[in-house]
């Protein structure tokens, strides 16, 4: 597997590049999103993906882990390929697209291309607990549980997109009406209600 290249960009298009790296030139399909932060660049490190069919093997880049991370998450969806997962961060930046999974807003993922409402669906269906369990883990574990469950749940919200004042109001107002919450993800879960 090519976790990264790292080299000089011979040929760029909002779609695809093509990285040379030590005379071997790498054609890498991007979405939209990623073109435009390599767009005036003339070498780049771009984070990799490849999917093998049986009739090619494609190589799909992204400019952060981030985006990395959610086009795999997403083309494990049934129904989502590869193109259609591009699409979907073309239309839609890595941080809004996890906003719009998280938040169950349908809405957002209709106004792609070639994604239907029942799509959508499945979308937030499928990813919103793994993304959920996957929530990085912030703050000392070791400390007291309360105050680590709720930093780690703030820390959680807000590298979703979420406005940091507002998730700690929300987050305190969960604790205050359940102080027997002692998982992180429950906590979540129970904030994103709120918020809904």
């Known amino acids: 597997m090519i976790a990264y290249l790292d080299g000089k960009i011979t040929y760029k298009s909002p779609t695809h590049i093509f990285v040379d790296v030590g005379g071997v030139a790498y054609d890498v399909q991007i979405s939209l999103h990623s073109f435009g932060l390599l767009e005036k660049l003339d070498s780049v490190k771009i984070y ?7 009739d090619a093997h494609t190589i799909y880049g992204f ?10 998450k997403l083309v494990s969806v049934s129904g989502i390929g590869p193109n259609t997962a591009r699409v979907i961060l073309s239309y839609m930046t890595p941080s809004d697209t996890s906003n719009a999974i998280m938040t169950d807003n349908v809405a957002a993922f209709k106004k792609v291309k070639g994604v239907g409402p029942k799509t959508a669906q499945r979308i937030i269906l499928d990813l919103k607990d793994k993304m959920l369990k996957n929530a990085p883990d912030i703050g000392d574990l070791t400390s007291f549980a309360a105050p680590s469950i709720r930093d780690e749940a703030i820390a ?20 205050s009406q359940d102080s ?6 429950t906590l979540i879960k129970s904030t994103l209600r709120q918020l809904s």
């Open 48 to 54: 990799t993906q490849l999917i093998i069919r049986d």
């Open 63 to 72: 400019m952060t882990p981030e985006e990395k991370e959610l086009f795999i």
């Open 156 to 175: 959680a919200l807000v590298a979703l997109g979420f406005q940091k004042n507002q998730i700690i109001k929300q987050v305190d107002k969960v604790i």
């Open 180 to 185: 027997t919450i002692d998982q992180v993800e």
